[in-house]
Protein backbone atom coordinates (compact mmCIF):
# COMPACT_ATOMS: atom_id res chain seq x y z
CA UNK A 1 0.00 0.00 0.00
CA UNK A 2 1.40 3.64 -0.70
CA UNK A 3 -0.28 6.57 -0.66
CA UNK A 4 1.65 10.02 -2.29
CA UNK A 5 0.29 13.26 -0.95
CA UNK A 6 0.48 16.18 -3.11
CA UNK A 7 0.12 19.80 -4.00
CA UNK A 8 0.90 21.65 -0.60
CA UNK A 9 2.92 25.12 -1.17
CA UNK A 10 2.15 28.74 0.01
CA UNK A 11 -1.10 30.47 -0.54
CA UNK A 12 -2.28 33.55 1.42
CA UNK A 13 -4.81 33.81 4.07
CA UNK A 14 -8.33 33.65 2.43
CA UNK A 15 -7.22 31.71 -0.60
CA UNK A 16 -7.51 28.18 -1.94
CA UNK A 17 -5.20 25.02 -2.22
CA UNK A 18 -6.37 21.49 -3.47
CA UNK A 19 -4.31 18.55 -1.96
CA UNK A 20 -4.25 15.57 -3.79
CA UNK A 21 -3.50 12.22 -2.38
CA UNK A 22 -2.44 9.29 -5.11
CA UNK A 23 -2.37 5.20 -4.65
CA UNK A 24 -0.23 2.76 -6.03
CA UNK A 25 0.24 -0.87 -5.70
CA UNK A 26 -3.83 -1.42 -4.16
CA UNK A 27 -7.06 0.14 -5.28
CA UNK A 28 -8.50 2.98 -3.23
CA UNK A 29 -12.10 2.01 -3.85
CA UNK A 30 -12.31 -0.50 -0.31
CA UNK A 31 -10.55 2.01 1.78
CA UNK A 32 -11.61 5.09 3.81
CA UNK A 33 -9.09 7.66 3.16
CA UNK A 34 -8.22 10.38 5.39
CA UNK A 35 -6.11 13.97 5.56
CA UNK A 36 -4.15 14.63 8.78
CA UNK A 37 -1.98 17.40 9.91
CA UNK A 38 0.99 18.39 12.06
CA UNK A 39 1.74 21.89 12.55
CA UNK A 40 4.93 22.56 14.28
CA UNK A 41 4.62 21.70 18.08
CA UNK A 42 1.11 20.00 17.75
CA UNK A 43 0.15 16.69 17.90
CA UNK A 44 -0.71 15.06 14.62
CA UNK A 45 -4.89 15.89 14.11
CA UNK A 46 -7.52 14.22 11.89
CA UNK A 47 -8.82 16.57 9.28
CA UNK A 48 -10.97 14.77 7.17
CA UNK A 49 -12.15 11.51 6.15
CA UNK A 50 -13.54 9.86 3.47
CA UNK A 51 -15.45 6.12 3.36
CA UNK A 52 -15.17 3.67 0.87
CA UNK A 53 -18.98 3.13 -0.29
CA UNK A 54 -20.99 5.15 0.48
CA UNK A 55 -18.77 8.16 0.03
CA UNK A 56 -19.69 9.47 4.00
CA UNK A 57 -17.51 12.12 4.66
CA UNK A 58 -16.32 13.48 8.23
CA UNK A 59 -14.36 16.55 9.31
CA UNK A 60 -12.61 18.34 12.35
CA UNK A 61 -14.58 21.35 13.79
CA UNK A 62 -12.07 23.55 12.92
CA UNK A 63 -11.98 23.15 9.13
CA UNK A 64 -15.65 22.45 8.67
CA UNK A 65 -17.10 24.53 6.02
CA UNK A 66 -14.02 25.14 4.58
CA UNK A 67 -12.30 22.45 3.61
CA UNK A 68 -13.62 19.34 1.35
CA UNK A 69 -12.91 15.77 0.87
CA UNK A 70 -13.90 13.83 -2.44
CA UNK A 71 -12.52 10.44 -4.00
CA UNK A 72 -12.16 9.79 -7.83
CA UNK A 73 -11.68 5.82 -7.99
CA UNK A 74 -10.97 6.34 -11.39
CA UNK A 75 -8.06 8.23 -11.23
CA UNK A 76 -7.09 6.41 -7.52
CA UNK A 77 -7.03 9.30 -6.48
CA UNK A 78 -8.54 11.43 -3.13
CA UNK A 79 -8.44 15.41 -2.86
CA UNK A 80 -8.36 17.94 -0.08
CA UNK A 81 -9.94 20.88 -1.71
CA UNK A 82 -8.88 24.12 1.04
CA UNK A 83 -10.74 27.34 0.91
CA UNK A 84 -11.02 30.26 2.98
CA UNK A 85 -7.51 29.28 4.67
CA UNK A 86 -6.26 30.47 7.83
CA UNK A 87 -2.99 30.60 9.17
CA UNK A 88 -3.59 27.86 11.83
CA UNK A 89 -4.07 25.90 8.77
CA UNK A 90 0.04 25.84 8.36
CA UNK A 91 1.05 22.34 8.69
CA UNK A 92 2.42 19.16 7.24
CA UNK A 93 -0.66 17.56 5.40
CA UNK A 94 -0.55 13.64 5.57
CA UNK A 95 -2.75 11.08 3.52
CA UNK A 96 -3.61 7.94 5.41
CA UNK A 97 -6.38 5.08 5.56
CA UNK A 98 -8.87 6.06 8.18
CA UNK A 99 -11.49 5.49 10.22
CA UNK A 100 -13.72 7.59 12.24
CA UNK A 101 -15.29 7.28 15.97
CA UNK A 102 -16.56 10.63 17.08
CA UNK A 103 -12.78 11.47 16.00
CA UNK A 104 -11.10 10.79 12.82
CA UNK A 105 -8.54 8.55 13.21
CA UNK A 106 -5.51 6.33 11.31
CA UNK A 107 -5.86 2.69 10.44
CA UNK A 108 -2.29 2.31 9.71
CA UNK A 109 -1.30 3.18 6.02
CA UNK A 110 0.53 6.69 5.69
CA UNK A 111 1.80 8.55 2.87
CA UNK A 112 4.21 11.02 2.86
CA UNK A 113 3.87 14.53 3.73
CA UNK A 114 2.94 18.06 2.32
CA UNK A 115 3.76 20.85 3.59
CA UNK A 116 0.86 24.00 3.14
CA UNK A 117 2.04 27.11 4.56
CA UNK A 118 -0.48 30.28 5.18
CA UNK A 119 0.83 32.84 5.12
CA UNK A 120 0.93 37.03 3.21
Known amino acids: VQLQASGGGLVQPGGSLRLSCAAS????????IGWFRQAPGKEREGVSC????????YYADSVKGRFTISRDNRKNTVYLQMNRVKPEDTAVYYC??????????????WGQGTLVTVSS
Open 96 to 109: ATCGYGATIYSTGY
Open 25 to 32: RFTLDYYA
Open 50 to 57: IMSSPSVT
